[in-house]
Structures are given as C-alpha cells and as structure tokens.
C-alpha cells in the first residue's frame, strides 16, 4: 500500500514539474510572441529632465564630469576623479536598457546636467524621481542627487564640487551602521539672506534592505506649494510632513529668548533644600572611627608556616652570560613560589582578617529641611529675538538649474537609472508605471519559488483544481482503506477457520498421520498409532497418552500430550 501511496505522489510532482516547464516554455513563447523589445520610455507630460540613459552618444554631450577639486584635503584625493560608465544591470538585465553607473570606489566622482528650463517654486510641486541599484550592496557612501541652484557663480557644471550650491539634496545614503534617505533643502532667511540647511526627521521605517538586497529601488520626493512633503520608496510613502514643523533647526526662530546679558543677582538662593540648622551632632557619634576593625576572634589556622616565605628565589636560576652589573645592576634570581606551601594553609605573617566596626557612623550631617528663602531656578529674562522672521512659505525656495551626482563611496557599481524631474504627479507616476514597475515585474517573476510558480499557474489555470482535488481524494480513500479495511477483528472469525491446523507442539507430520488414520480401515489404525508413537521419540517427545490415542481412532476433540519427562 505504501509503494502505491509513493507512487501517486511521485506522480503528482511529475505532473506539476510537467505544469510548470509548459508554463515556462508558454511564457518563453509568449513573450517571443506577445512582449515587444525594450522601448526607452517617454514622459506623458512635460517634464524638466526625463533621463533615461539608454543613449550613451548623447550622455557624452549632455551630461558634464566635474574637473573641479575639493578644498582642505590632500591633493591625491581632492581630485574628482572617480569613473563613471553606461552599461546593463549586472542582474535582471534587458537589452538596450542601459543605466549610468559609478564604477569606482574610495574616490571622489561629480557629474551633473541641466535642466531643460529653471523651476520656479511658485504653484506647481517639485516630484524628483529616479532608481538606485547597490549592485554590489553598500559599505559606506551615498547615491543622493543635488538640485544645483540657479546661479551665475555656479553655471559652469565643470567646476560642480561640494561647496557648489544647491537647492534641494536627496537621496540614500549610509555611514556605519546609520542608514539615512536624505531630504535637506536650503533655506534663505528673508531678513539678512543667509542660508541655513534644513534636515527633515527620520524616518520610522527600517531602511538596511534597500542597500542590502541588490535590486532597483525607487526614490520619489514631492513637495507641494502648502509646504507638504512625501518621501516614497518604491511607490511606498515612508516619511511625510511640513516644512514648518518637521525639520531641524525649525524654518522660524523662536518669537522670544532669554537675555543675554541677564544675569543671577547675587542673593538669589536656589537651594530648595538646606541642612537643618537646629539639629546638633549628637554626643556619642565618632566621626573618627574606622570603618573596619581586626577580628580578634580570628585565629592562626594549624599549620600555618610563618617562617616560610611565600616565594623564594629560583633555586634553577642561571645568571645570563652576558650580564653586565654596570649597566643591568646586581643580578637576582627571579623568584617562583615556594614548595613549602604548596600543602599549607599559607605561609608568612599571618594577618588577622578584618570586620565592620560596630562605632562606625561616618561624617555628621545635618538632616535637610526646606529653605525659607528659596525663590526656585533662576532663569534669564526673555526678550524679542531681534532675528525673529515669520517665513509662512518655506516652499519657495531658490530655483533650481541643474542635477547632479557629487558622491564617495566604498561599493563600486551603484546604478542610476530613469530620473524624471517634473511639476504633474501623474507624469511621475506613469514614468514610473512604463520603467521601474515593469523592471520590478520581471525581476519578480525570475526570482520565483517553485511554489510561486505552482501558484501563479494554478491562478491562471483554474482547470488545475481538479488535478489537485483529484489527488486529494485519492489520498484520503487510501488513508481509510490502510486504517478502516485492512484489519480483520478476531470476533468475525468461525470455528471453520480453525479446521485443519496444527495444535500447538504437534508436527505437520503427526497432523497428516491423523488425517490419513481418518479413512483408514480400522485394522491399520493400531499400525499408525505405533507409527505415531516412534514418531514422537524421535522427535523427543514423550508417549501419546490413551485418551489421545482414542481420538487417532475416531473420537473427537484436541488432542493432549504428556509432559516431557
């Protein structure tokens, strides 16, 4: 029963590995068939930049390398010098799509391109999109971008570096174990025009995966004219929020602060508590009793060895060859435990061990009582904040010219891919819809567990169903036979059954010997009788007794033997 129930499993698993092989080879023929090559993408609206990186010829013209240098740090390393290349995803690749990718590691790389036009932060949202790929997972470093500000000091992308301004910075990045997505934007103070960067809350969500897992990631920032934002990962938003409230330090200074040149006046007291200058030290207490005294109660244990040091000089010790007294002094012997105590208790003066003192109480202090003249903590008085401003619309910031990339990192090949700036959210979302969600698609459905696939198919084909309920019932019928059917109960058993066996202790022979005595003539019983008995004393056993004898002859019931002697 077990070799069939294994073989209807092992014909079930032939019969899915069957399914899914066809379902491969139908979605490898479909896909021949049905799916077209791949089509570098166009934005259904207008956008600002709407790069997709699929053509290299034009990148060498569009987009600039930084020849510029940092300031403040060796010359080996200030150089922008890192590599950057167009080329495929290592994995999940389709041919034509093509990405940009920083090659190098531990070197510093800038690259940047223009805008179409400036954007203006007036009536329209910012959405700034695009992919990462830690193709090879990240160490340390960054793949944020910067929205460079409108500028005529900062126009040429050549001298793009870390000091060049810009407007916005976000993206991903990572330090230890610190995992950060980036949203800072640089505000102007409308009193005195200086900038100060403005860094949103952390997000919540946990974020080691997307530096970790190897696959495309989409990064969607949007910023609303009602100075709102959302920061979305993979069309999932993960951090939202004011531009008033949730960054640090705040968009408005406080109204008020404290005076400074405010100071404590000389008899405020701000002692809540003070000691009670009433209470007296009382008599009996010594403040300089020791903490703890000998034990005099503690005595030598036997065989202690007093007069045995307990180590000695090494009575092995040879003093080197070369030891000079006027440089390296009188030589000693260095010394090692000695032997002599190795079975006492100790050796040397013996020290009685010491005990808390009973008289001990320590240094008198006056117990504490609330201060009569406390006036509670002294705080500077507030006056106006001369730098206060009321910025109401943090959103109009300085307009934005260009985009660009100015990174170090310790991973090489972090890919970019299919950025979109635009001021409509549903021309981001349909870029998004025609590029990453059909990347995604397709990665999905590579990486695909055979229980996955068993799934899908049976979604798609509904007719498999009955395979399984098939099976299933197979199983069960088999289940109920092996537990239900395959039992005999002794209770259903006739006498019938029994007829023409053996007794227990009674050889097949002797059982012939009776059957044949049965049609045999009553002369040649007596002769199968003798038979029967020599019989039974070569085989060991002890003489027929009479009653069973008759019963050769032609009486009826069991037949009993004597016990062997």
Same mark, same amino acid.
């Given at each position: 029963? /077990?070799? $069939?129930?294994?073989?209807?499993?092992?014909?079930?698993?032939s019969a899915c590995c069957n399914i899914?092989?066809?379902?491969?080879?139908?979605?490898?023929?479909?896909?021949e068939i049905q799916k077209p090559p791949y089509k570098s993408p166009n934005p259904v609206g207008y956008a600002y930049l709407a790069e997709d990186f699929d053509n290299e010829e034009k990148l060498k013209t569009t987009w600039i390398l930084s020849e510029a240098k940092k300031n403040d740090i060796d010359d080996d390393i200030a150089k922008y010098d890192g590599i950057w290349s167009v080329e495929e995803l290592k994995r999940h690749a389709e041919k034509g799509d093509l990405g940009l990718v920083l090659k190098?590691?531990?070197?510093? /790389?800038? $690259?940047?391109t223009m805008l179409d036009k400036p954007f203006y932060f007036e009536d329209k949202p910012l959405i700034v999109q695009y992919e990462v790929n830690f193709q090879e997972g990240q160490d340390c470093g960054g793949a944020y971008l910067k929205l460079l500000t409108l500028d005529e000091e900062s126009g040429d992308l050549k001298q793009f570096h870390d000091k060049t301004p810009y407007t916005i910075m976000f993206g991903p990045d990572k330090c230890g174990n610190d995992h950060t997505l980036h949203f800072i934007f640089r505000h102007k103070n409308p009193l005195n025009g200086t900038i100060t960067e403005k860094h949103c809350k952390k997000s919540k969500d946990r974020l080691e995966n997307y530096f970790t897992d190897k696959i495309p990631h989409l990064y969607t920032l949007i910023v609303r004219p009602d100075n709102s934002y959302e920061i979305k990962v993979d069309n999932k938003v993960l951090n939202s929020g004011s531009l008033l409230d949730d960054f640090v330090p705040p968009v408005n200074p406080p109204l008020e602060i404290e005076d400074p040149d405010d100071k404590q006046p000389e008899d405020?007291?701000?002692?809540?508590?003070?000691?009670d200058p009433l209470a007296e030290k009382p008599e009996d207490w010594d403040e300089d009793a020791p903490a703890q005294i000998v034990d005099e109660e503690d005595v030598m244990p036997e065989g202690w060895l007093e007069d045995e040091p307990p180590m000695i000089p090494n009575p092995d010790a040879i003093k080197p060859e070369d030891w000079d007294v006027e440089m390296d002094g009188e030589w000693e012997p260095e010394e090692i435990p000695n032997p002599k105590c190795a079975d006492a208790p100790g050796c040397g003066p013996y020290k009685q061990r010491m005990k808390k003192n009973p008289r001990y109480k320590g240094k008198w202090l006056?117990?504490?009582?609330?201060?009569?003249?406390?006036?509670?903590?002294?705080?500077p008085k507030l006056i106006h904040n001369p730098d206060y401003y009321n910025d109401e619309h943090p959103f109009r910031m300085q307009p934005i010219m260009a985009v660009g990339f100015e990174l170090w990192s310790m991973s090489p090949d972090i890919y970019f891919d299919n950025m979109i700036i635009t001021d409509d959210e549903e021309v981001a979302r349909k870029w998004a819809a025609d590029t990453f969600e059909v990347r995604r698609d397709k990665i999905t459905?590579?990486?695909?567990?055979?229980?996955?696939?068993?799934?899908?198919?049976?979604?798609?084909?509904?007719?498999?169903?009955g395979v399984?309920?098939?099976?299933?019932?197979?199983?069960v019928t088999l289940l109920l036979y092996c537990c239900c059917f395959n039992k005999e109960d002794p209770s259903d058993l006739k006498e019938e059954d029994f007829t023409g066996k053996t007794p227990l202790g009674i050889s097949d022979d002797i059982g012939k010997v009776e059957d044949e005595n049965e049609s045999a003539n009553p002369a040649d019983q007596g002769v199968a009788i003798e038979e029967v008995e020599d019989?039974?004393?070569?085989?060991?056993?002890?003489e027929i007794i009479e009653s069973d004898k008759d019963t050769l002859i032609g009486g009826e019931g069991p037949r009993r033997r004597k016990p062997n002697k």
């Open positions: 029963m /077990a070799r $069939i129930v294994a073989c209807i499993v092992l014909i079930y698993l899914l092989s066809a379902d491969e080879n139908d979605n490898n023929v479909s896909d190098s590691q531990a070197r510093h /790389a800038a $690259i940047s405020w007291d701000d002692r809540e508590k003070i000691p006056a117990p504490l009582v609330n201060n009569p003249d406390y006036k509670g903590k002294w705080k459905e590579e990486t695909k567990t055979i229980f996955q696939r068993i799934v899908s198919f049976t979604a798609a084909n509904p007719w498999v169903w399984y309920v098939l099976v299933i019932a197979l199983l019989t039974e004393k070569e085989t060991g056993t002890d």
